[in-house]
């Protein structure tokens, strides 16, 4: 800032901020507020809404405190909503350590704490459901922070965020906080049109650098470098545009280096004396004797360490080896194990870390790794802390569970500085490890990616062992959004002077393709918003079909889809005005040229039938051929996929689409075949003897047999295809007798245009015509699609909810009936099965521990498909109900289907029984029993089924059941998630 204009921009802004509730704010805090932080506080002091998107750890929830401090200054409420209830917590606790807890409430539907609290913490839901419950809670509220709010594109729990930003008072003044996406303008402008007013401020930089490397065997490279080979900072300060993917890295090529699934390190060797230190940071020579720095790391500074030196040195499995210039990348097929790859973090400075591995499994495997190496990370002065830490906090749980939630091992680990954090662990543990972990006591987690999702555990390094995970779906490569919120987890805001992302080279690395990763910032919001039944009834609670509509076309989805209109109408237009040119150009003198077009259309679509049917009756051939084959059979192939001679190996006649018969080719390699990847059946030229199946696994085994194969074969010189035309070829083609394909000939010959010395000229117009036609055709389909598709579907819903008597009135006018108030709170993913099942009475004979195992089936989802069938609770009432409802979920399907909707999931008993137990008072590991079912997962299930349970209690006849069924899922650890 060296020009007058700027000086005095900036000296104009500060004048305007002294005395005023900003100045008071940012004394709080011992450093300098960002210019986009005080950008963002300005808009808000203003008056405005604000949208801040920004990376993970730049500090985004600082606008968020201020709106808090606005709020209370001005006598009005703030709600602090968060995706997550972990989120929640952790926001509330930081609230309450600055405001006092008088002054601040938790809400997250399981757990009520001074609702009534001028600060309410919440999550997303429960706000929605206030918001259509009309509460008393809203009076006087002034501002809604949402934090994450990129969670909107979220596909089951997204439409939530933007049903509250729809429906909030105007008078709330909205905070968005968000990750870094690439349509922050575009989210903002829609913000702006439902909200009022709203600043939106983008801010790309990282308050602390990010340097990227890559993990090849023992050896930390960096991934960019800039013309000179010296390593380059990825983003944050000191990034530079002019860097190049490090040359050594794309040298290697493809590395099979990986990370190890066994047991432990290398037994009984220590850390102590390794050589994997990267000690020094001066450029030149390597203290292990390699050439040159050329991107390989160095320790570079750090900010302060976490504790003073350790007295007994870390042990595990590290890396040994000693220098010289010869020494490479570690030798393929050995695998790096865990305690190593800490080890080699460890001597880089780069602890504490977080070591994403997309599996809960995998994540304690790497803790059991590293006990069984004997790593410790900390010193005895670190461990007599955190032993007095867990001794505090987990002795809440009851001794006869402590070995089935696995304490003693998690205690080990702790003490020695690691742990694993992931949804499968105990609410319990997991904060454990973010409170010993942000306190600079545990030095490594173990965590999958939800580690990711909002909760403030920033390392010094962050560790990934692939780059593709399963997304629920399939094993999917990481798109860069998900790189950067992973990543940008690295490096602690006034602690670190840097942060490092670490990769390691796997099977098949891609040093260009980790580059892209983590230089694009290409992650869009796309909104995930749809009608619901709960959403329609609420909606015309409030509102006429036509308001509800227009309610629905204020969502993001909507504005998404008329802003992607735009362009799809300038197109249709512009194909209309060239389709009428194209018509103007189409006059033939002879006669009408567009009948004649059609003929010959007519034509070709019936010459294209007769093929088709000519190809049918081959494949018929064809699977009756190879149906009759026998192993040992030398074939003669056409063309088509399969070509040239084969011996038959093996037939399945079992198998769809079938047979499939599996060759081997003269070249040695194994094929299937079946009836449709040849053009005509095979033709059996020969016999061989060939080995038993199972040998053909033996290289070998396939090499003399194809040796034997062209042996047999040898002074047979003609093409394959001529042995399969002798053995009766393709089927005899019909075009040249079938009377209708010769009667449209005659016609089109018969034509005046015919004969026209122009038609080939004409026949193009025509063919630019049609082609111009079919793609307005097809434009103007998808622009009807994407502005009607909400409305319709928000029709469809109601036409459903009319016909199973939730809704009553005609036309525009409808209106929710008794039912429907009963669906309007009613807030899960089976909303209207559950409300048919009260309608019909199926859960009314049900004492409590039944009532929470029916709940359980409704909420539970199996995390992988093709579970073994359920247990079910030896209860003959539930048994009976269940049934019923497994029948009222059929009923509702088939309805769905016949208005067009996605059918609604049929109950899931997978852990009901488990609840049963645990609702009879049974110990965890009883209820449990041989189900395997983790702690976190447990716990998570019985906070849903007590929130589904909460939303019973008003309803007649199964209310008391309901309030006492949560009594009886509520104890123990199930209730100890939240220490307040």
């Known amino acids: 800032m060296t020009s007058p204009s700027e000086r005095y921009a900036a000296w104009s802004a500060e004048r305007r901020i002294q005395g005023t509730e900003l100045d008071r704010f940012r004394d709080r805090f011992a450093f300098d507020l960002d210019p986009f932080q005080v950008t963002a506080c300005t808009a808000l002091q203003d008056g405005r809404s604000v949208l801040v998107a920004a990376p993970t750890g730049a500090g985004k929830t600082v606008v968020g405190e201020f709106a808090v401090q606005l709020a209370l200054a001005g006598g009005r409420k703030v709600f602090y909503t968060a995706p997550i209830k972990a989120l929640s917590n952790q926001k509330h606790g930081e609230l309450v350590e600055w405001l006092g807890a008088e002054k601040v409430g938790l809400l997250t539907g399981d757990v009520s704490v001074r609702p009534e609290a001028p600060v309410v913490v919440m999550t997303t839901e429960v706000l929605r459901n206030m918001l259509y419950a009309g509460s008393s809670a809203l009076d006087g509220l002034g501002f809604v922070v949402m934090d994450e709010v990129h969670y909107l594109a979220d596909r089951l729990r997204g439409p939530v965020w933007e049903e509250v930003i729809i429906q909030l008072p105007p008078t709330v003044q909205l905070v968005s906080l968000s990750a870094t996406v690439s349509n922050a303008e575009e989210f903002g402008a829609w913000l702006d049109e439902v909200r009022g007013s709203t600043a939106v401020i983008v801010s790309e930089a990282r308050p602390v650098p990010l340097w990227q490397h890559v993990l090849v065997g023992d050896e930390l490279m960096d991934l960019f470098v800039d013309d000179a080979g010296r390593a380059v900072v990825s983003q944050g300060p000191g990034a530079r545009g002019e860097r190049r993917v490090n040359p050594d890295l794309e040298r290697l090529g493809s590395i099979t280096a990986r990370i190890g699934d066994g047991p432990g390190g290398r037994g009984g060797r220590g850390h102590d004396g390794h050589g994997g230190a990267r ?150 543990l997991k904060s454990v490890v973010e409170e010993l972990f942000a306190a600079g006591l545990i030095k490594a987690v173990f965590a999958t990616e939800t580690l990711a999702l909002g909760i403030n555990m920033p390392a010094r390094s962050v560790v990934l062992e692939k780059l593709s995970k399963y997304n629920g779906v399939e094993h999917a490569d990481l798109t860069p959004g998900e790189f950067t919120q992973l ?101 033939c003198e002879r006669g009408d040229i567009r009948e004649y077009a059609a003929l010959g259309e007519q034509i070709s679509e019936r ?237 009314t004979d049900l004492d409590p521990a039944a009532l929470a195992a029916m709940a359980s089936a409704m909420c539970y989802e199996a995390r992988r498909e093709g579970a073994d069938s359920a247990e079910l609770p030896a209860d003959e009432p539930f048994v009976r109900a269940l049934e019923q409802t497994l029948r009222a979920a059929e009923r509702l399907a088939a309805a769905e289907r016949r208005h067009g909707l996605d059918a609604t999931a049929a109950p899931d008993p997978g852990i009901a029984a488990v609840m049963h137990r645990w609702a009879l008072g049974s110990h ?51 209730s100890q998630e939240v220490d307040l």
């Open 924 to 974: 965890y590991a009883v209820a449990v029993g041989s189900t395997a079912l983790p702690a976190g997962d447990f716990v998570r299930q019985c906070r849903q089924v007590i929130d589904l349970l909460d939303q019973l209690v008003p309803v007649p006849g199964i209310g008391p059941t309901a309030r006492a069924a949560i009594d009886r899922v509520r104890r123990g650890f199930v």
């Open 279 to 428: 000690q020094g940071g001066g450029r030149g020579r390597d203290p292990r004797g390699r050439r040159g720095t050329q991107g390989r790391h160095r320790r570079r500074g750090r900010g302060p360490r976490d504790d003073g030196p350790r007295q007994d040195g870390p042990r595990g499995g590290a890396p040994r080896h000693g220098g010289g210039e010869e020494r490479s990348a570690r030798a393929p097929g050995r695998p790096l194990r865990r305690p190593e790859v800490l080890a080699v973090l460890e001597e880089a400075a780069l602890l504490p870390a977080i070591c994403f591995i997309f599996s809960r499994a995998g994540c304690d495997g790497a803790v059991r790794q590293c006990t069984m190496a004997h790593v410790r990370l900390t010193s005895p002065a670190e461990r007599s802390r955190i032993r007095a830490v867990l001794d505090e906090r987990l002795a809440r749980i009851p001794f006869e569970d402590e070995d089935v939630l696995a304490i003693p091992a998690f205690r080990r680990a702790a003490e020695n500085g690691y742990a694993a954090h992931h949804a499968g662990m105990l609410p319990l």
């Open 487 to 587: 990543t940008g987890r690295a490096g602690r805001r006034g602690i670190d002077v840097e942060g490092h992302a670490v990769v390691i080279a796997g099977p098949g690395f891609d040093a260009d393709a980790v580059a892209s990763l983590a230089s694009r910032r290409t992650y869009p919001l796309r909104s995930a918003f749809r009608p619901t039944y709960n959403m329609a009834v609420n909606l015309l609670d409030r509102y006429d079909v036509h308001a509800a509509r227009e309610s629905l076309e204020m969502s993001f989805a909507q504005f998404q889809a008329d802003r992607s209109v735009v362009g799809l109408a300038r197109r249709a237009r512009e194909l209309e005005e060239t389709e009428a040119a194209y018509r103007d150009a189409l006059d």
């Open 607 to 843: 010459e294209k039938t007769l093929s088709r049917e000519r190809a049918a009756a081959d494949r018929d051939r064809a699977r009756s051929t190879l149906a009759g084959l026998r192993r040992g059979d030398v074939l003669a192939l056409p063309g088509g996929k399969r070509q040239g001679f084969a011996v038959v190996v093996g037939i399945d006649k079992a198998v769809l689409g079938g047979p499939e018969v599996l060759l081997l080719g003269t070249e040695g390699r194994l094929r299937t075949l079946r009836p449709g990847d040849v053009p005509a059946p095979p033709a059996v030229v020969d016999t061989m003897r060939v080995p038993a199946p199972d040998r053909l696994s033996k290289p070998r085994t396939r090499k003399d047999t194809a040796a034997a194969l062209r042996q047999r074969l040898a002074g047979r010189h003609e093409d394959p295809r001529e042995s399969v035309r002798r053995a009766g070829g393709r089927t005899p083609s019909t075009a040249a007798t079938d009377e209708r394909l010769q009667q449209l000939r005659e016609t089109l010959r018969a034509h005046p245009c015919h004969a026209c010395p122009d038609l080939d000229a004409h026949l193009r117009w025509i063919s630019r015509a049609r082609s111009v036609e079919k793609e307005r055709a097809s434009v103007l389909r998808r622009v009807e699609g994407r502005t009607s598709s909400l409305a319709r579907r928000f029709d469809q819903v109601c036409a459903l909810l009319l016909e199973l008597g939730y809704l009553e009135g005609h036309g525009e006018d409808l209106r929710p009936t008794a039912g429907g108030l009963r669906l309007r709170r009613l807030f899960s993913e089976r909303d209207l099965l559950i409300a048919e099942c009260l309608e019909q009475g199926l859960w």
